[in-house]
């Protein structure tokens, strides 16, 4: 089949493809509008959810990077819960369950971030456990969107081993990034002093080793010097343990977790609700009043004593919703109170205030014309984000975007498309034209791919797959490119480790390195050369 045949068959699959889906848009724009998101609906209590991050490459691990985010089985959409990110032993894991092990089922969001490929080659900044902070953020900036309702206050990141390290290496060498994002630390089973513990002073730090672990003399020295440089350190022996994290010292780990970040500000809230209750200042009292139901144990007296507050809370915000709606009311004040007002009934009474006048807004503007639409909605959806008029402020901006994914369509380069998709997918990120042309884009690598696969000298192949995957990079045929690439240097390690006479296996060997040497083979090849 000639080249010009295949590209038109590509095109007029791709053509109905996207009129579907615009179709299908239209039918969602009309109808009614649901106040969460898809991702919202998926926060099931006892759950954990998996992100895909193709875009940050390869983890260390071997595999592509993901993150786990666990739903702990209390989970409750309108209260806060802290957070424990866990960094994995050895080459990493986005496994999330040895954090839900370490604090338990209950009480807290948990997540788990594996770490860069060490062998990573279109990046400046360090991998494997010495793996740089943006890597981390990219995937706690999807979290927070995921899981709305994480306390910025009580975010904890934790790790056994090359995770222990990790930790402590993050404080040093974050420029300050990791400690501003966490507010308390846990490392354990490695680990020494790598600079900025300075920067963390006061701040709450369980360290955790066996002491029969040969690690463990150094450990020490670390627990010296945090605690002479002010860290609020605590440190837990694991007695007759080597290099392990025996489960029987979790709920002391849980314990130290309650007691110095989740429990911590429940004596100065306690005394803002006693003072509310005194003198009847209850919206100041508020935020008090959500951090001891948020944080308390329902059997811990405070609790009680916050649920009667809030009963008399919300009977004021009845009071002061009245008075703003019959003064019409601005959307920003109205936004002020449902921020001020959280937890009360009558916080859904102003969200639908606040969604009509946002109606009332997206109608002006979508009389207007010209560029200055695409601005405006762009603008109108970040601040009406929260309100279920977002969506239909979505659906409006992808009637724009739409006739440029058409055009993109009858390209006839199909590498120049491939790019124009992805930059086009970057533009319009919010819209369903934007998920269609990824999805295009990734139809358009599966079939580059067979033909990279097709070439039948292994050598040749190899560099092909590699070519790929770094044109593709983002796309499933990459993930597939580079998987395909690793088994044949394993292939070739292989059968070099089979040459008898040591100078030319050792020749080989190095050619290999030069060739593979991002690969999990090549990291073997220099090892045997280094033996």
């Known amino acids: 089949m000639n080249s010009r045949h295949e590209t038109g068959r590509l095109d007029s699959i791709f053509l109905m493809r996207t009129r579907l889906v615009f179709l299908a848009l239209l039918v969602l724009a009309s109808a009614p509008l649901r106040a969460t998101d898809d991702s919202d609906q998926a926060l099931v209590p006892g ?21 786990e985010v666990y739903i702990p089985v209390d ?28 604090v338990g089922a209950s009480g807290f969001v948990c997540a788990a971030l594996p770490y860069r490929d060490i062998a990573s080659e279109h990046t400046k900044h360090k991998s494997g456990w010495k793996t740089h902070w943006p890597h981390y953020q990219a995937m706690l ?12 206050g009580k975010r904890i990141c934790g790790g056994y081993s090359s995770g222990g390290a990790a930790v402590l290496w993050s404080i040093a060498h974050s420029g300050g990034g990791f400690q501003d994002y966490f507010y308390a630390f846990m490392p354990g089973g490695s680990g020494w002093s790598m600079g900025a513990l300075n920067s963390i002073k006061g701040r709450p730090m369980l360290m955790f080793m066996g002491d029969q672990d040969t690690r463990y003399k150094g450990f020490e020295k670390l627990y010296r010097v945090a605690q002479t440089t002010g860290v609020d350190v605590e440190l837990l022996v694991f007695e007759g343990i080597g290099h392990d994290l025996p489960a029987g010292y979790f709920p002391q780990m849980r314990e130290w977790a309650l007691r110095k970040v989740v429990h911590r500000s429940l004596p100065e809230a306690e005394a803002v609700i006693d003072r509310a209750l005194r003198t009847g200042q209850w919206e100041s009292a508020l935020p008090a009043i959500r951090e001891v139901l948020d944080s308390a144990e329902p059997s811990m007296p405070v609790y009680a004593k916050a649920q009667n507050a809030k009963q008399h809370a919300c009977r004021a915000s009845e009071e002061v919703l009245g008075r703003l709606l019959a003064s019409n009311a601005s959307f920003e004040r ?30 002006v503007i979508l009389q207007g014309t010209g560029r200055a639409v695409e601005s405006r909605l762009r603008a109108f959806i970040e601040k009406y984000r929260d309100y279920p008029v977002h969506r239909a402020a979505i659906a409006e901006l992808d009637r724009l975007a739409y006739p440029q994914l058409e055009q993109i369509n009858q390209d006839p380069n199909l590498h120049r498309r ?6 086009f997918a970057d533009k319009w990120e919010l819209t369903s034209s934007a998920t269609s042309a990824m999805r295009l884009r990734n139809e358009l690598a599966d079939k580059f791919f067979q033909d990279a696969m097709a070439v039948e000298e292994p050598p040749a192949r190899a560099r092909k797959l590699k070519a790929f995957a770094r044109s593709w990079a983002g796309t499933s045929a990459a993930d597939r490119a580079i998987e395909a690439r690793e088994l044949l240097a394993k292939q070739e390690l292989d059968a070099i480790n089979r040459i008898e006479r040591t100078s030319t296996r050792r020749g080989r060997l190095r050619a290999f390195v030069r060739a593979f040497a991002d690969t999990e083979a090549g990291h073997q090849a220099k090892r045997l050369l280094e033996s």
Not at 76 to 101: E, I, K
Not at 141 to 152: A, D, I, R, S, Y
């Open 47 to 67: 759950t954990t959810l998996t992100y895909d991050f193709e875009h940050l490459g390869r983890a260390w691990h071997g595999h592509t990077t993901k993150m």
């Open 75 to 102: 989970y409750d959409p309108d209260r806060q819960y802290p957070l424990l990110v866990w960094l994995g032993h050895t080459w990493g894991s986005h496994s999330v369950q040895p954090a839900v092990d370490v």
């Open 141 to 152: 900036e999807k979290l927070e969107h995921e899981v709305p309702n994480v306390h910025p």
């Open 334 to 363: 109205l936004d002020e109170f449902i921020h001020d007002w959280r937890g009360c009934s009558s916080y859904e009474r102003a969200a639908k205030a606040c969604d009509a006048l946002g109606r009332e807004r997206l109608d």
């Open 418 to 423: 491939a790019k124009r998709y992805a930059a």
